[in-house]
């Protein structure tokens, strides 16, 4: 009998910078507290990529490296990388491209994927069709995010939520229905004004004005946010363990975007399944946006059993939304 052919994971690794920003300092900066910031997003601490011309890039090429290294890889088998971002070194090259010369993989096909936070999960979903299809054998996907680059450190609404780091997973095929199994995507673009960086684009390009208005950092409506993700991440996360025949009992974990403990919660509540079964990290990384997920099953990996249902599933700007059923392989 023909299995089909899924793309499993057999590695991952993580990175993140040394620095530590904590609530206490951040109390500093602008009128907030460790309380008030624990209590609203289970958030005590993230980290930094500090210095001058250090960009996403310098993150993603050790999360790559250490996964070479990890899984044995020579870099010239990596066919194709890809690298979900929001805060690309420059508007052009992609990020994907200097990872992939930092990392050493030669004339490998890179690219850049954007959808937010759910950029991981978009990146995954469509790694994996070139595993399924036959195309290429080994793809790395890297989800990463400089955010300090674009949060603003006099909004004390947004400053105390994200930070920096980066997270890739190998991914190779396998017959033995480990991995990928199954992925539902979403997208509704008119929840722009929710959650965007205004300027930096074509449509507002940098301009002395752009500049002075504070225009080019994130920007989010805290509560109409919340709303939404609350209902999408958990209505995702719902459906693929219904489309996969998958109750609390089978999930070993849910693997969810890290914006914020209240969602997290909410999601989990809405599976059926129990915090002991939630991966949870943003207490010490804060929101690192694309590398939420991967830095997850980086910091869990020694807990996570080959066979294990993971049920991924993550919101963010766009808005985009949705989640995946991955069957560890490892």
Same mark, same amino acid.
């Given at each position: 009998?023909?299995? &089909?052919?899924?793309?499993?994971?057999?590695?991952?690794?993580?990175?993140?910078?040394?620095? /530590?920003?904590?609530?206490?300092?951040?109390?500093?900066?602008?009128?907030?507290?460790?309380?008030?910031?624990?209590?609203?997003? !289970?958030?005590?601490?993230?980290?930094?990529? &500090?210095?001058? !011309?250090?960009?996403?890039?310098? =993150?993603?090429?050790?999360?790559?490296?250490? +996964?070479?290294?990890?899984?044995?890889?020579?870099?010239?088998?990596?066919?194709?990388?890809?690298?979900?971002? @929001?805060?690309?070194?420059?508007?052009?090259?992609?990020?994907?491209?200097?990872?992939?010369? $930092?990392? $050493?993989? !030669?004339?490998?096909?890179?690219?850049?994927?954007?959808?937010?936070?759910?950029?991981?999960?978009?990146?995954?979903? /469509?790694?994996?069709?070139?595993?399924?299809?036959?195309?290429?054998?080994? @793809?790395?996907?890297?989800?990463?995010?400089? =955010?300090?680059?674009?949060?603003?450190?006099?909004?004390?609404?947004?400053? /105390? +939520?994200? $930070?920096?780091?980066?997270?890739? /997973?190998?991914?190779?095929?396998?017959?033995?229905?480990?991995?990928?199994?199954?992925?539902? +995507?979403?997208?509704?673009?008119?929840?722009?004004?929710?959650?965007?960086?205004?300027?930096?684009?074509?449509?507002?390009?940098?301009?002395?004005?752009?500049?002075?208005?504070?225009?080019?950092? #994130?920007?989010?409506?805290?509560?109409?946010?919340?709303?939404?993700? @609350?209902? %999408? =991440?958990?209505? #995702?996360? #719902?459906?693929?363990?219904?489309?996969?025949?998958?109750?609390?009992?089978?999930?070993?974990?849910?693997?969810?975007?890290?914006?914020? *403990? %209240?969602?997290?919660? #909410?999601?989990?509540?809405?599976? $059926?399944?129990?915090?002991? &079964?939630?991966?949870?990290?943003?207490?010490?990384?804060?929101?690192?946006?694309?590398?939420?997920?991967?830095?997850?099953?980086?910091?869990?990996?020694?807990?996570?059993?080959?066979?294990?249902?993971?049920?991924?599933?993550?919101?963010?700007?766009?808005?985009?939304?949705?989640?995946?059923?991955? *069957?560890?392989?490892?």
């Amino acid at each position: 009998m023909h299995m &089909k052919i899924t793309a499993a994971i057999t590695g991952v690794h993580g990175y993140v910078p040394d620095y /530590v920003l904590t609530n206490e300092e951040l109390s500093t900066m602008v009128d907030t507290s460790d309380e008030w910031i624990t209590s609203r997003t !289970g958030i005590k601490e993230r980290r930094i990529l &500090k210095g001058e !011309g250090r960009g996403t890039s310098e =993150m993603g090429i050790q999360a790559v490296k250490g +996964l070479l290294e990890k899984t044995n890889t020579r870099p010239e088998d990596i066919d194709l990388l890809l690298c979900a971002t @929001v805060t690309p070194d420059f508007v052009f090259p992609a990020t994907a491209n200097l990872i992939a010369a $930092g990392a $050493g993989l !030669g004339h490998t096909p890179s690219f850049d994927l954007g959808a937010a936070c759910s950029g991981f999960l978009y990146a995954l979903t /469509v790694g994996s069709q070139f595993i399924e299809s036959g195309k290429y054998r080994r @793809v790395i996907v890297v989800g990463a995010d400089k =955010m300090s680059s674009i949060v603003d450190y006099q909004d004390r609404t947004t400053c /105390v +939520l994200f $930070g920096d780091g980066a997270g890739a /997973v190998l991914l190779e095929p396998s017959a033995d229905g480990f991995g990928i199994c199954d992925s539902r +995507l979403y997208s509704d673009g008119t929840g722009v004004q929710h959650l965007y960086q205004k300027a930096g684009g074509s449509k507002y390009p940098p301009s002395l004005e752009t500049i002075q208005n504070r225009e080019h950092f #994130a920007r989010q409506e805290g509560q109409a946010v919340f709303k939404f993700a @609350v209902v %999408r =991440m958990a209505e #995702a996360a #719902a459906e693929i363990m219904e489309r996969n025949n998958l109750t609390g009992d089978d999930v070993a974990w849910l693997v969810p975007h890290q914006a914020n *403990k %209240r969602i997290i919660d #909410a999601t989990a509540s809405r599976m $059926g399944i129990g915090p002991e &079964k939630v991966m949870l990290n943003i207490h010490k990384y804060g929101n690192t946006t694309a590398a939420t997920i991967p830095l997850c099953l980086w910091d869990y990996e020694s807990r996570i059993k080959k066979g294990d249902n993971l049920v991924l599933a993550a919101f963010g700007g766009g808005f985009t939304w949705g989640a995946a059923y991955v *069957k560890w392989g490892i």
